[in-house]
Structure formats: structure tokens, C-alpha cells
């Protein structure tokens, strides 16, 4: 069984403040990775993707993968009261379905 | 572009009945994959389409089926509902012609409750 884990939360973070977010994957022939934003009561919403070994920025987002680890990770900086939603990593495995992790709750502190 | 339009929104059924929904990609997408939402198991895979075929299949039981047509848009049926399949079943396009490594766009989804 090929498995997605985050950390399970839920995260509080301040206002300003970085949250940080983990996710890691059991599949070592992952390729492609992506971050997915779902507030309450609404769908997935695409954030970020990232599928080469180091860190990629869009604005406030900034994702980390390190294949060796098996790991992905998603920071928010300065963070805002709108980013508090449930954050989902997802993974497409080597045989190509793409399994989501459970998501971490993160809310932001005014 | 429109987005994925998954009709209906909501749906109540009863135990023993058969459903069918239906999920409309975004313009030039051609795979069509569908997910069982629900608080405990959060999202679960159930299939992959591309080009009318299935390309992936998750552990559902067989009373879960779909199909892709001709011009991309899928159908997800659901035979002898049982109460544990109230669920939000969302539907997600990508335009992957190999599946690796295009995004999914997610559909509002479908609220199915079962009685």
C-alpha cells in the first residue's frame, strides 16, 4: 500500500508568521508532487507543484522536495487570516494514481 | 475556461438504490479522475479515465463503476448504495496525455447522502 502521511495538526500559527507543512510519501518512484488548498465546504484548489529535487517559489509559497527523504514540504510565509484551510499533499507513484495525504488544518491567528 | 462542472450538486438517495453522476472537464482535458471524500478516510481514489479508457483504478468494490465518452466528459455510477458510500464525490481534469505530471482541477463536487 502506497502511502501519503502529514503531519496531522491542526496548526495555529500568529499572523505573519511562516507556517510550516510536512508530507511524506513511501512510493521512492514518486514523480510529481502538489500542494492543494481546501477551505470548508469548498474543493481542492491547486497551489503549487513541484517534481526536481530542491525549492520552488510562487509568492508567499515556497515548496521543498527532497527525493531521498522522501519528502515534501510547503512553507506559507507571512501568513494571512485567508490562508487558514486545510492543506492536502498529494503524490502520483510510479504507477501513476495520484494518492492525497489526509490534510493539516491551519489557522492563522489575527 | 470554464472549470469541471459536476452535476448534480447534491443528491439523496436510499439504501439499495443506484446512482449516477456526471463531471464535465475543462475544455481540452482528457483525463478524468474521481474521488470519495468523506472525514474519516479524507480523499480516496477511485478511477482514472483517459481517452475512454480506464488508465487506474483504486480498492473500491465493484458496485463503483465509470466511463469516459468521446468527447472527455465521465460518468460515475454506484449500484446497491450501502449508508457508508454518503460521501462528497469530486471529479478533477488534467490535460496529461501520460498522466504523470499534470495537475488535477477539481469540479465543486457531489454531496451524496444515503439513507
Not at chain 1, 491542526?10 to 514523480?31: F, H, K, M, W
Not at chain 1, 494571512?80 to 492536502?88: G, I, M, N
Not at chain 2, 456526471?22 to 478516510?41: A, D, E, K, L, N
Amino acid at each position: 500500500q502506497k502511502e501519503v502521511e502529514q503531519n496531522s495538526g491542526p496548526l495555529s500559527v500568529p499572523e505573519g508568521a511562516i507556517a510550516s507543512l510536512n508530507c511524506t510519501y513511501s512510493d521512492r518512484g514518486s514523480q510529481s508532487f502538489f500542494w492543494y488548498r481546501q477551505y470548508s465546504g469548498k474543493s481542492p484548489e491547486l497551489i503549487m507543484f513541484i517534481y526536481s529535487n530542491g525549492d520552488k517559489e510562487d509568492g508567499r509559497f515556497t515548496a521543498q522536495l527532497n527525493k531521498a527523504s522522501q519528502y515534501v514540504s510547503l512553507l506559507i510565509r507571512d501568513s494571512q487570516p485567508s490562508d487558514s484551510a486545510t492543506y492536502l499533499c498529494a503524490v502520483r507513484d510510479s504507477d501513476y494514481k495520484l494518492s492525497f495525504g489526509a490534510g493539516t488544518t491551519v489557522t492563522v491567528r489575527a | 475556461k470554464a472549470g469541471v462542472t459536476q452535476t448534480p450538486r447534491y443528491l439523496i438517495k436510499t439504501r439499495g438504490q443506484q446512482v449516477t453522476l456526471s463531471c464535465s472537464p475543462i475544455s481540452g482535458h482528457r483525463s478524468v479522475s474521481w474521488y470519495q471524500q468523506t472525514p474519516g478516510q479524507g480523499l480516496q481514489f477511485l478511477f482514472e479515465y483517459f481517452s475512454e479508457t480506464q488508465r487506474n483504478k483504486g480498492n473500491f468494490p465493484g458496485r463503483f463503476s465509470g466511463r469516459q465518452f468521446s468527447n472527455s466528459r465521465s460518468e460515475m455510477n454506484v449500484s446497491t448504495l450501502e449508508l457508508g458510500d454518503s460521501a462528497l464525490y469530486l471529479c478533477a481534469s488534467s490535460a496529461g496525455a501520460t498522466g504523470g505530471s499534470s495537475p488535477l482541477h477539481f469540479g465543486n463536487g457531489t454531496r451524496l447522502t444515503v439513507t
